[in-house]
């Protein structure tokens, strides 16, 4: 199936704690998976996203992990700050070799609030 | 770096009119690009992937009468909500992937119809 399940719906973090949101997904034909985060009003922005050939993948703050044989997969934040607070969406899809991953399925999102 | 522009950002409408939402691939050629709908508090949903010079592919559930969208050149993808209803009141987004230089996908800022 094309679903994407992602928990938790709501998330509340103090400043400099760890955020932590996670996402699973069915159909094993998925090969590419970004974090995205939006703001209210606006498109979504990519975050990082990551590839089943590895495990994890940092870009500063945000790391992806990623377990093949689970078909889960998780964002950290570390040391969140208040200007994090948005939601993130996780997404899947089938590259079809490395040009064609823009039909994204999303999962439901998660409003991240992140109290100073 | 590439950017999506969509317009317009907002638009109110009267029941039964048309609408038409353009988008555009401003430093980048886009041959593929991505229709979403999202709701408020909801994840987004593809509507149709979006192909120049060829007729769209819609998703299932997706009135392809109701949203007509038109890939005319590499730049612009157009979506036409027909004979509009407070129902379709909704954010659209549309995302386009520079398939011939970088292969990334880029998001628009969205576009909030209200339909009255």
């Known amino acids: 199936q094309q679903q994407v399940k992602q928990s938790p719906q709501s998330l509340i973090v103090q400043k400099g704690g760890i955020s932590i949101i996670n996402c699973a997904y069915e159909?094993?034909?998925?090969?590419?998976f970004p974090w995205y985060q939006q703001f209210p009003g606006k498109g979504p922005a990519l975050l990082i996203a990551?590839?089943?050939?590895?495990s994890e993948k940092k870009e500063g703050r945000f790391t992806i992990s990623f377990n093949k044989s689970a078909k889960q997969f998780s964002l950290h934040i570390m040391d969140s700050q208040p200007g994090d607070s948005a939601t993130y969406f996780c997404a899947a899809s089938i590259s079809a070799g490395g040009t064609s991953y823009g039909k994204l399925t999303f999962g439901q999102g998660t409003i991240l609030t992140v109290h100073p | 770096g590439a950017v999506v522009s969509q317009h317009p950002s907002r638009v109110i409408c009267k029941s039964g009119t048309s609408v038409k939402i353009e988008c555009r691939s401003l430093?980048?050629?886009?041959?593929?690009m991505f229709w979403y709908r999202q709701f408020p508090k909801q994840s987004l949903m593809l509507m149709a992937t979006s192909n120049e010079g060829s007729k769209a592919t819609y998703e299932q559930g997706v009135e392809k009468d109701k949203f007509l969208i038109n890939h005319a050149s590499l730049t612009l993808s157009t979506l036409t909500v027909t004979s509009a209803h407070p129902e379709d009141s909704s954010f659209y987004i549309c995302s386009a992937q520079d398939r011939v230089v970088t292969g990334e996908l880029f998001f628009g800022e969205g576009s909030r119809l209200t339909v009255l």
């Open positions: 430093d980048f050629q886009a041959t593929t």
């Open positions: 159909n094993t034909a998925f090969d590419y």
């Open positions: 990551i590839r089943p050939d590895v």
